[in-house]
């Protein structure tokens, strides 16, 4: 997939280049542009123009204007002209197509190429789809190289017609809406596309599947002109909508609330329009914090039992708490068992951020669930999680608990048991304060795991991920811990994924060799090791010549030859051949050129001799009784004393001043600056 969409980028490349000389050749013509400029009407300031064909554009003026002011080719993207940016990474500059010098750089590696473009609009709709997404990655991230990404799918939708619509569809799938502004021009695109006279080019509406909206950013205040943005309206023109995640900000670490009134609560033509529109959910969040004065689980078991809610798969519930210390957590409980009740085809609950969730709560979940996720729930404890996988871990395929932290290792010994399918197993133990400017990070439990506590693990494990394990009782409790793992190698044949990073607090000395023992052992083991990839199979060109071995020839370069002297002088030497040009070059290369036949022998010699030590390195490091199991792709290993802060410190917090602004560009520090776009 990866290198399908750095092929599609050279081609988008190499596509804008022979527009731009093809436009340069019409100097004396009227230009032709492609995207619309900004207009005061609701429905115009978020589209652009997109070409529908592979052709040039018509060379008339009149022309021109037309699909300036057309509506039909346009998409719901930018509010205003982008301009060109010449440092735009998006489009990496290569080196010429054709067939004499087409060899690119792929990671530092030489790539020789014939120059033949494959035809990529020819691929199925459902591929380039794939692509795109991929490319596209996931528009929850709020860092500069997603806007970067948006702007290149947006160049990917120019390249051709086929090209436009997946890279459209890839695009809206999760709409990035991320200030006031931006739902509201996405309504009033939507509300355009579907006036447009005829059939409009492409339904946007339908494109949509997951709405991420911030209530801070999108929702709770009014924007100039529009009043406060209506959830309705929007989700009613989106059909095959199947996700909807609000959310505040403040829910995710540090996970430290703000201190603001929040105006925005749960509409009611919210659930009206999913209603009257018939969509089937399979993922929602609810949020206790946007309840506002509803009674919240007789509210939600009613919402469930509507049609939208009865397909739903996930549901995530942030910031559950009782209101009373004192109230009947059994009454919750039963209330909670019934609202999880009311959806048939339920598999996976998130708690988030969740203080009110206790034991009792937690063993009301449906015994069919197949994903579990606690996340900063502040009362469950090793006792509450065995109570609950003794009695729902039958089918749990996916167990995530990050940040608990009253949350120990006690429950391992029984792992193996009581969630005999389990695949996914991940733990962060890392602690956050929960008041500005005061340490209570600290983890609520004595002790991580006892020296007499064996942890057991299920043989379906695919991924394990345990990170920040700290306090624990000695040094033999880890070691046992470790131990376990490389006892179960035989049983975790579809082990693929390993990261343990434990946390031990002794001495140095002991560290070190604690270090030196397990982490070799360990890649001894669990490590998959291939082969590296043949480099002849790179392309046919490469592959060609590996099966044809042709002379050598070194490319032309324009220089004078180092055999011929400057202006007036002789040949420095003569030639080795009678009747030979002294400035001409042998047809091919003799042995002697490049490093000598020895050489090249102690080099293999040395390599040969360094694979050997490090292997009986690492075989020494092993025991004999290990089996190896030697299918994982990743295993990372770090033991180290760090104490876990809410914020690493590295080299950028320890500069004398901050960068002017003025450094010379590279390629990889541009600012995020207004592209003209608006998502």
């Not at 008339?60 to 940016?85: F, V, W, Y």
């Not at 469930?304 to 739903?312: E, I």
């Not at 000395?509 to 199979?537: G, S, Y």
């Not at 044809?548 to 040949?571: A, I, Q, V």
Request: hydrophobic letters at 35%; one cysteine or more; proline letters at 7%.
């Amino acid at each position: 997939m990866a290198s399908n969409t750095r092929s599609m980028r050279r081609v988008m490349s190499r596509t804008s280049k022979s527009t731009a000389r093809a436009g340069a050749k019409r100097s004396t013509r009227a230009s032709i542009s492609y995207r619309e400029d900004s207009t005061d009407s609701s429905g115009d300031d978020f589209v652009s123009s997109v070409s529908e064909s592979d052709a040039p554009p018509p060379k008339r003026q009149r022309r021109a204007a037309a699909l300036t002011s057309s509506h039909s080719g346009r998409t719901a993207l930018e509010h205003s002209p982008r301009k060109h940016n010449p440092r735009n990474p998006a489009k990496p500059q290569l080196s010429s197509s054709n067939g004499k010098s087409a060899s690119g750089v792929t990671g530092g590696v030489p790539v020789e190429s014939d120059g033949v473009i494959p035809p990529w609009q020819t691929l199925p709709y459902a591929i380039l789809l794939e692509i795109f997404t991929y490319a596209f990655d996931d528009p929850c991230d709020h860092d500069a190289g997603q806007r970067k990404a948006k702007t290149w799918v947006l160049d990917a939708a120019l390249v051709c017609k086929a090209f436009m619509e997946p890279a459209i569809s890839a695009l809206y799938r999760v709409p990035p809406l991320r200030d006031l502004s931006q739902p509201h021009r996405l309504l009033d695109s939507l509300v355009a596309n579907n006036q447009e006279i005829g059939t409009p080019s492409l339904n946007y509406g339908v494109k949509v599947k997951r709405l991420q909206l911030d209530v801070w950013d999108t929702l709770n205040y009014k924007y100039h002109n529009h009043g406060t943005f209506d959830l309705g309206q929007l989700i009613s023109r989106l059909p095959q909508l199947s996700a909807i995640n609000i959310y505040l900000k403040d829910d995710f670490p540090p996970y430290r609330q703000v201190e603001h009134s929040i105006r925005w609560h749960y509409p009611d033509n919210l659930f009206t329009a999913l209603e009257s529109t018939q969509q089937r959910l399979k993922s929602f969040t609810w949020n206790f914090r946007l309840f506002g004065d509803r009674d919240a689980f007789p509210w939600m078991t009613e919402i469930h039992q509507s049609k939208p809610f009865q397909s739903l798969r996930q549901i995530s519930i942030l910031n559950f708490k009782l209101r009373d210390e004192k109230h009947n957590a059994v009454e919750a409980a039963e209330t909670l068992a019934a609202n999880s009740a009311a959806l048939p085809e339920l598999e996976s609950v998130c708690f988030h951020s969740s203080p009110g969730l206790n034991g009792v709560l937690l063993k009301s979940l449906p015994t069919s669930l197949k994903k579990l996720t606690l996340e900063n729930c502040i009362r469950i404890n090793s006792e509450s999680l065995h109570s609950f996988l003794e009695g729902n871990g039958a089918h749990l395929k996916e167990l995530v608990l990050d940040y608990n932290r009253a949350l120990d290792l006690a429950f391992l010994p029984h792992l193996a048991r009581t969630s005999p399918r389990l695949e996914v197993f991940k733990m962060d133990m890392h602690c956050y304060s929960t008041r500005f400017a005061h340490r209570d990070s600290d983890p609520l439990y004595t002790t991580l795991l006892a020296s007499d506590e064996i942890p057991t693990w299920p043989r379906t494990l695919r991924t394990v991920e345990l990170i920040h394990l700290r306090k624990w009782e000695s040094l033999d409790a880890a070691t046992h811990f470790f131990q376990s793992l490389i006892d179960s190698a035989k049983d975790l044949p579809d082990l693929r994924k390993l990261v343990l990073k434990p946390i031990l607090d002794c001495s140095w000395r002991d560290r070190a060799d604690f270090r030196e023992k397990w982490i070799p052992r360990f890649r001894t083991v669990f490590l998959r090791k291939c082969a590296p990839p043949n480099r002849h199979l790179m392309s046919m060109r490469a592959f060609r010549r590996w099966k044809n071995p042709e002379p050598f020839h070194e490319p032309s370069t324009g220089l004078e030859n180092d055999m011929k002297l400057p202006h007036g002088g002789g040949p420095t030497r003569r030639s080795s051949k009678m009747g030979q040009d002294p400035g001409s070059q042998p047809a091919q290369m003799s042995e002697n050129d490049g490093p000598s036949r020895r050489t090249r022998q102690s080099q293999r010699i040395a390599q040969t001799d360094s694979q050997s030590d490090q292997e009986q390195s690492e075989q020494g490091e092993r025991s004999k009784d290990d089996f190896i199991q030697g299918m994982c792709q990743v295993v990372d290993i770090l033991i180290d004393n760090q104490r876990p802060m809410e914020e690493q410190l590295n080299e950028s917090h320890f500069l004398d001043s901050e960068a002017s602004g003025d450094e010379d560009w590279t390629g990889e520090n541009d600012g995020v600056a207004d592209d003209g776009y608006a998502w």
